[in-house]
């Protein structure tokens, strides 16, 4: 099974657009500050945010980088959501970000995800 997503330069139709920041006449087209490589693994994401707070997620990776990861999840993590992510594949990596993106796909949720910005000291 390929999770990655492909770059689609048609616009988002209106269902897709609400809920999401997107407006439905703006081009989807790559806005990521670093780029993201096609991966498999699973992420447990943690939500840090109100009534949801310390709730899992299992994300099933398809795509990760310096700046994020995408994926597939079995229920929906609302867009700015607060979260920790641990990337139990990678050594055990723990991450804090923010939910970006949560559509229904085929197999879950499809859902990107924007780590913090680190400070240098």
Known sequence: MDLRFPI????LPAAEAVGTGARA????FERRHAPRQPCRGIAIVTDL????????????LG??????IGGIAD??????TA???WLPDAGGAFRR????RCLPCGRGYRVGLAFEQRMAA
Not at 8 to 11: G, H, I, R, V, Y
């Open 8 to 11: 689609d330069p048609t616009p």
């Open 25 to 28: 006449d703006i081009l989807r």
């Open 49 to 60: 945010s109100g009534e949801h707070w310390g709730e899992r997620h299992e994300v099933r």
């Open 63 to 68: 795509d990760l980088g310096s700046g994020g």
């Open 75 to 80: 229920r929906p993590i609302p867009p700015g």
């Open 83 to 85: 979260v920790t992510v």
């Open 97 to 100: 970000g923010v939910v970006v």
